[in-house]
């Protein structure tokens, strides 16, 4: 029990990371990034190649990472959604969904349909706890997202980039007459929502491998993380996708592995029914 | 110099003949002796632009994006093979076929309309994710990863059909279901999505329940994708989850985006190109995601309105002139008195609003009655534009009592109580940019006189009356209001003055217990104002209620029978016009203390 628990959590964890991007992209600009798990899938096989090609040590893989997904990141603000600043968000949906097939369909040309284990931190074994096995890699992850969230949270609240891009997202003309660079904020925000996602592939890849669909499965189990965390919240993200995570291995271990997704998905239907603004969402009254 | 055709020609020319004749053409095809190959390859087209014309009910004229088309199109596909393989006759497994897509479309739009933007996108994307994982939990039917084979060919109504009849079947039912959705699309249905599309708070304000209409047009995109299925079935006589896998769903947004998403020809484009293009030659599968990807960004940015609407422009702009249509023409020369307002008195009782710690109404009284305009004045911030959104609905109060001619409405959501009556004006005209000016107005009668979806899709005569009365009653309004020679030009071009006169119009076309302007004077000309004045005051005259916010105080003066001052959230005077304007209280809110002192030592003086 405690196998499947901690294996959930670790699931979680992932998609919590995808999304804290998520969130850190829509607080600072609105957008809703539909390519944000796409970044952890390039970065698979980033630390895929810094490994197993050019023999890197972890920290210099984790940096690699970081740097592609900060440049694919601000790539996508400036190709694909600032050139629509004014249209709306109907052309925001379909371009990121274009940025995410893009994405994909570079991955299969690059590396191949064939799954790929990738070389960090595979031989971490496992750790006792309450008599029952745990993999130290699941533990690692789950630190990671808890960090990551929690960091993030701090510097939003605390910081004066933070604040600004809190301000952003509460007003977007009252903070441009405050003096905040409103379009520096989106970029700023594709380019460490990237970079961060990215940077966290080489443990991540260890439990998921590398493969040009990953990203598909973690978009829309981020985005019930989210529905279910609340859209902005950082600890809601974080505690979104460790339901998530969680439920999927219950429902595979007690209904069968069929049912893994399924579940997932029974539970978005549910959390967009009943729970509308998520756990920790808030609302918002003006209209005309 | 190109020689533009009449306006009155081109809304007449039946331009529906061209895809009929394009079905007719596609039904000989096989007769005159054309390969296998080619007619595989219309089916194909024929398949996929029926997934991509309901993909446009949903994305382009409902505005919400949904990428479980291909989901659908599996339901349909399941359904339909595994009814066939047991003997089932083709005009059954295609009608149940529809109804399980529907039936799929209703569990997942119910939860994905109702937050908006992405939720619809993701909860249908995990859609298309589930098909396989569905299709292996129950192999026995769904034949599972290996997939369903050994569907025979169709059976329709007893007769087998050979390869030619399954062909002419697919262009008839394709043809059908394009025409269903182009009418559905051009009806007042249609005209209501669009609304909503450029803004929802004027749709709201006008009566339409915003959720119920995009399920709507998800429905209707639903039906075409189980029927598209139920037919693919038949086509190989073997699907699996492979055939309805992500880049299918993929495949279908990046055909409406080039097509146009915002049109119904439009899918027939862009199902041919993507056909005919990428999705044929295999060679370049490896990178067909690649492809589809730069196709969705490239047309994301720059191709908004797709083929159909590239060539909608051209032609309105190239060769069509401005000419009258006949019915503007009858009005103009006969210019009509404005009959019965049917007016209802509005009583407000001690209303109460805070926005956290700021009370905005801190306990407003207020009557309006019908046949008079009551006005609402202050400086910023008193208080008056809540009051109007409370009024009309997108505010809750926090107390208080709302009545109209003695029903309570307290708390109706905005749609609500715009079929209880309630019409209003925006401070900024709302205009839908693709409208007529007409149709601007029609748009009002949506919510009041209500025809089922079907009737519409059917084109049955209800629908068709509903349609010419919508016309008539615009025309007819238009014309009380002076504007009818711009009835068929673009709203978005009328002058600020003329989209004010415009928004009282749509405003009386929704039988309107009472009306409410927003500040309509601001921004107009002197001679504008009293063009304005004049409706304002013939529409009271005729019986209804008009309760008008607004800072022209000389506009106020001259039209108002009752004026109400509010400060600071409080009504601090009501009355005449005459007597509210030497309030000593108001005057001082206006125009300070020392202008207050100045009108008592004047009273004073004029006493002795």
């Not at chain 2, 129950?138 to 062909?167: H, M, N, R, W």
């Not at chain 2, 797709?306 to 051209?314: D, E, H, T, Y």
């Not at chain 2, 009959?339 to 009284?365: M, P």
């Amino acid at each position: 029990m405690i196998t499947t628990l901690s294996a959930g959590l670790s699931i979680g964890a992932i998609y919590a990371i995808v999304a804290i991007g998520y969130n850190i992209v829509f607080v600072a600009s609105k957008v809703f990034n539909f390519a944000q798990a796409q970044f952890l899938m390039i970065g698979t096989f980033i630390a895929l190649d810094a490994g197993a090609r050019y023999g890197l040590p972890i920290p210099l893989a984790i940096l690699l990472c970081a740097i592609v997904g900060a440049v694919i990141g601000a790539l996508e603000e400036i190709l694909a959604i600032r050139r629509l600043a004014g249209k709306g968000e109907h052309n925001e949906l379909v371009t990121t969904v274009g940025v995410s097939t893009l994405m994909a369909g570079a991955a299969l040309v690059i590396w191949g349909p064939e799954p790929i284990r990738t070389p960090y931190l595979t031989g971490l074994g496992q750790i006792q706890v309450f008599g029952s096995a745990v993999g130290v890699i699941d533990l690692a992850i789950t630190a990671i997202a808890i960090l990551l969230a929690s960091g993030v949270a701090v510097v939003t609240r605390r910081s004066m980039i933070g604040l600004a891009s809190l301000a952003s997202s509460e007003d977007r003309d009252a903070a441009m007459l405050r003096g905040i660079d409103v379009k520096r904020m989106a970029l700023g925000a594709f380019v460490v929502a990237g970079a961060l996602v990215a940077a966290t592939a080489p443990f991540v890849g260890a439990k998921t491998y590398a493969t040009y669909h990953l990203g598909d499965g973690l978009a829309v189990k981020a985005f019930v993380a989210l529905a279910i965390g609340g859209f902005g919240s950082y600890l809601g993200a974080l505690i979104g996708g460790f339901i998530v995570g969680l439920l999927e291995m219950l429902g595979a271990r007690f209904l069968g592995s069929e049912w893994q997704d399924i579940s997932v998905f029974v539970l978005l239907l549910i959390v967009l029914l009943v729970l509308p603004k998520g756990l920790f969402g808030r609302t918002k009254e003006r209209v005309v | 110099m190109t020689v533009k055709m009449s306006y009155r020609k081109f809304v007449r020319t039946p331009f529906w003949i061209l895809p009929i004749a394009l079905a007719a053409v596609l039904l000989v095809l096989p007769f005159t002796g054309v390969s296998n190959g080619t007619l595989r390859i219309i089916v194909s087209i024929a398949l996929l632009s029926m997934l991509v014309v309901g993909l446009n009910m949903t994305f382009g004229y409902a505005g919400e994006l949904a990428l479980g088309q291909s989901a659908l199109y599996a339901v349909g596909a399941y359904f339909a093979g595994y009814l066939a393989i047991h003997q089932w006759d083709l005009s059954l497994t295609l009608i149940i076929g529809i109804i399980a897509a529907a039936a799929v479309g209703i569990i997942t739009g119910i939860p994905g309309i109702r937050l908006g933007s992405w939720s619809l996108a993701m909860v249908t994307f995990f859609l298309v994710l589930l098909v396989p994982k569905v299709a292996q939990l129950i192999p026995e039917i769904t034949g599972g990863a290996a997939g369903l084979s050994g569907i025979p060919l169709p059976v329709l109504f007893g007769q087998k059909l050979d390869s030619t009849g399954y062909y002419m079947l697919v262009i008839i039912v394709a043809a059908i279901f394009i025409a269903l959705l182009r009418n559905f699309v051009t009806s007042r249905h249609g005209a209501a999505l669009k609304v909503m599309r450029e803004s929802p708070v004027l749709a709201r304000s006008l009566g339409m329940a915003l959720p119920r209409l995009k399920l709507a047009a998800y429905m209707v995109g639903a039906l075409p994708a189980g029927a598209a299925g139920a037919l693919f079935a038949y086509q190989d006589g073997y699907i699996s989850p492979g055939s309805f896998a992500f880049t299918v769903a993929i495949a279908i947004l990046a055909s409406s985006i080039i097509g146009g998403s915002e049109s119904i020809y439009g899918a027939i484009f862009g199902a041919a190109i993507l056909t005919i293009g990428p999705l044929r030659t295999t060679g370049v599968q490896e990178y067909s995601l690649l492809l589809f990807g730069a196709l969705l960004v490239l047309g994301g940015i720059f191709f908004t309105g797709g083929l159909a609407g590239f060539l909608n422009k051209v032609i309105r702009s190239r060769f069509v002139d401005d000419e009258l249509l006949p019915d503007v023409e009858a009005a103009l020369g006969a210019p009509l008195p404005l009959e019965k307002v049917n007016g209802q008195d509005l009583e407000i009782t001690d209303l109460k609003k805070a926005f956290g710690g700021n009370q905005a109404l801190g306990g407003v009284s207020l009557s309006a009655k019908a046949g008079q305009v009551t006005a609402l004045i202050g400086p910023n911030g008193s208080g008056k534009t809540t009051l109007l959104n409370i009024v009309s609905g997108f505010y809750n109060p926090d107390s208080g009592v709302i009545k109209i001619g003695g029903n309570h409405v307290t708390g109706f959501k905005p749609h609500r109580l715009a079929v209880a009556g309630v019409s209003r004006t925006f401070q900024s005209p709302l205009v839908p940019k693709s409208m007529t000016v007409a149709e601007c107005v029609a748009s009002a009668r949506y919510a009041r006189r209500r025809t089922s979806i079907l009737a519409d899709m059917l084109y049955l005569p209800s629908a068709r009356r509903a349609r010419r009365e919508d016309r008539e009653e615009a025309i007819r309004l238009l014309s009380i209001l002076g504007i009818v020679e711009h009835a068929d030009r673009r709203a978005f071009d009328l002058s600020l003055g003329m989209r004010r006169i415009l928004e009282v119009a749509r405003a009386l076309a929704g039988d309107p217990a009472l009306i409410l302007l927003d500040e309509p004077a601001s921004g107009l000309d002197e001679s504008e104002v009293e063009t304005l004045s004049n409706v304002i005051r013939r529409v009271s005259a005729a019986g209804g209620t008009i309760v008008i916010v607004e800072h022209n105080f000389e506009m106020i003066m001259s039209i108002a029978d009752q004026v109400n001052v509010l400060h600071l959230g409080s009504i601090i005077a009501s009355g005449e016009p005459q007597s509210v304007r030497n309030d000593p209280d108001v005057v001082e809110s206006y125009l300070g203390k020392a202008a207050r002192e100045q009108l008592e030592r004047e009273l004073a003086g004029g006493d002795k």
